[in-house]
């Protein structure tokens, strides 16, 4: 019963995107937002990829007195894969290590989403058949599947 609605709200949040988000991609986890990214992080780092940094944007508001739906970012990335691109474009750095956020919305449904890394490369003017790009792209599918996994 929960996995239709689950669909049904993650059709529903991709078709009410706005135009500027076209180059995020959105899955839906049956997790809490903490508990997909301790998946995240483990399916990281059991890759052999670098967390560089955990960002919980929900105790950041709460610092300064505002309260955030459970909001998490996680930025990680691997050098043979983000080097090569930053060599092809400098300004990919701005980009550049990979960023995965996770957040509940006003229903309480967790979502984790990231850029779409193809729209990295036509930012950046990076070769659009870059071997790199279709690793990064096949890796954040991959990652993002594990986190959300009900197994």
Known sequence: MLRPLILATAVSTIMTLPAYAADLISK???HSVTITM???TA???GAGATVFARVDHAAGAEKVDLILRPTELLIFGNPKLGTPAMIDGQTSGLDLPLRVLAFADEKGVVHVTYHDPAHLGQTHGLPAD???LAMMTGALDKLTSKAIAED
Do not use: I
Request: aromatic content about 8%.
């Open 28 to 30: 839906v986890s049956p």
């Open 43 to 45: 399916a990281v780092e």
């Open 130 to 132: 870059a071997k790199y």
């Open 38 to 40: 301790d998946r995240l």
